[in-house]
């Protein structure tokens, strides 16, 4: 059982568009992470928000972490087919080294 | 190379059949990580090791899994008597203390 929600599942748009992916969970983190994930590779991090309220722009993305610090979005401006991947948002809790993973958007850009 | 690298890339066993499944983390980093990602899902916490010790095992599905981190660095992480449900990908990272995590590219385990 994931115990971060990702919406939505999947995501096919065309190159130059815009998308955002969600990440929603009940639970308090004390820091959320953003991963992307290839076939046949481990997932890398792209980012860590920290602050409720947090915003943090990585190039053409965007993340932000929801003021109660239990959601958080990824907002990716004007898609580029190497965009093309697996999301995946992980929660941290203080004092843990594991991380709780969501299950994932799988984001796909044509050219 | 400087990753984790973890072998074999792919095993495939037949069902009731023990498996091992190796991780050779970052070299210094003393935070070691197993996860297991099924089919369509995000990975699932399985073990964690700080040093030779195992820091918290809470994930481990079973007394049929089983990791070892002898001397600190490689691990292994054992299963007995395979399961068809057991098929994942299974994945190793490691890190700094707590630091970031990075990935190896996963061991696909497929039980017949």
């Known amino acids: 059982t994931q115990l971060l929600e990702q919406s939505p599942q999947f995501l096919s748009i065309q190159e130059g568009e815009n998308l955002t992916v969600y990440c929603n969970s009940s639970s308090v983190f004390s820091s959320l992470q953003w991963y992307r994930q290839e076939p046949g590779e481990g997932p890398v991090l792209l980012v860590t928000?920290?602050?409720?309220?947090e915003v943090k722009k990585l190039k053409r993305l965007t993340f932000q972490f929801g003021d109660a610090r239990k959601d958080s979005s990824l907002h990716i401006t004007a898609a580029q087919p190497g965009d093309t991947g697996l999301y995946l948002c992980a929660g941290v809790s203080l004092g843990w080294g594991k991380l709780q993973f969501g299950a994932g958007t799988q984001v796909v850009v044509t050219p | 190379g400087a990753g984790v690298s973890q072998t074999p890339s792919n095993k495939v066993t037949e069902k009731g059949k023990y498996v091992e499944l190796r991780c050779d983390p970052i070299?210094?980093?003393?935070?070691l990580y197993w996860y297991r990602q099924s089919l369509g899902q995000g990975p699932e916490f399985l073990i964690y090791?700080?040093?030779?010790?195992?820091?918290?095992d809470s994930g481990l599905p079973n007394d049929r899994f089983f990791a070892v981190r002898p001397e600190g660095s490689v691990s292994t992480l054992k299963i007995q008597r395979t399961e068809r449900g057991d098929s994942a990908v299974y994945l190793c990272?490691?890190?700094?203390?707590?630091?970031?995590?990075?990935f190896g590219p996963g061991t696909r385990l497929t039980v017949l």
């Open positions: 990272a490691s890190s700094s203390y707590t630091d970031t995590q990075y």
């Open positions: 070299s210094g980093h003393t935070a």
């Open positions: 090791f700080q040093g030779t010790g195992a820091a918290d």
């Open positions: 928000v920290v602050t409720g309220g």
